[in-house]
């Protein structure tokens, strides 16, 4: 599904403050890896409105890096409206998702029950692009070809960055038990939510 106005470059409708909503449920790695679609954005236009809709723990990563402006709760009442093809569109997060110029929802709507309950409740700038890649095609370049959908187009996928506060960085090394020395750090994260996606500890170690 193809949201039926894009964002025109150049145009005076351009320059007043548009509002984009980026949907996308994921872990602290996809929260890391949506940074550099945040990133992307707020480069080509310093003046949007940006808000996600995920785990605001996880996209507190990217809010406190000022590549997005707000996030919101995935899992709030309402929501499941959306997905249950049996229900009616919550009223309220309508009303809350027609306040956008441009939506992007990143998730496998195979039955097309999506994109039903957005043209049923009247929200016709959606795009959907489904959330896991075609086998071969890194993540970051899927996530941006769902810009596509809003009729952007990139050089090259920006790579994913966050900026750690100090606070942050002070709180992380009081857990670990260590000393908060100068220079940098690097922090490892080699969980996932499924085990094909882990790479072998072997791997780890020897970056370590």
């Avoid at 187009?153 to 857990?175: H, N």
Wanted: charged share 25%.
């Amino acid at each position: 599904m193809v949201c039926n106005t894009v964002i025109q470059e150049g145009t005076p409708e351009a320059k007043r403050r548009k509002r984009v909503l980026i949907i996308r449920p994921g872990g602290i790695g996809d929260t890391v890896l949506l940074s550099a679609v945040f990133k992307a954005l707020k480069d080509r236009f310093p003046d949007i409105w940006l808000e996600a809709m995920g785990y605001p723990g996880r996209l507190k990563l990217a809010t406190e890096s000022g590549i997005l402006d707000k996030s919101v709760p995935f899992d709030q009442p309402g929501m499941d409206s959306f997905l249950d093809p049996c229900s009616d569109p919550d009223e309220r997060l309508a009303c809350y998702f027609r306040t956008f110029d441009h939506i992007l929802f990143y998730f496998n709507d195979r039955e097309g029950t999506l994109e039903r309950k957005f043209s049923h409740a009247g929200i016709r700038n959606v795009a959907i692009h489904p959330s896991c890649p075609e086998e071969g095609i890194h993540i970051v370049n899927w996530l941006f070809l769902g810009l596509k959908k809003l009729g952007l187009e990139f050089d090259r996928p920006y790579c994913p960055q966050i900026r750690v506060t100090e606070e942050a960085k002070k709180e992380a090394f009081r857990k670990a038990g260590v000393h908060a020395g100068e220079g940098g750090f690097v922090a490892i994260h080699p969980g996932s939510g499924s085990k094909k996606k882990c790479w072998p500890v072997k791997n780890f170690a020897a970056i370590a």
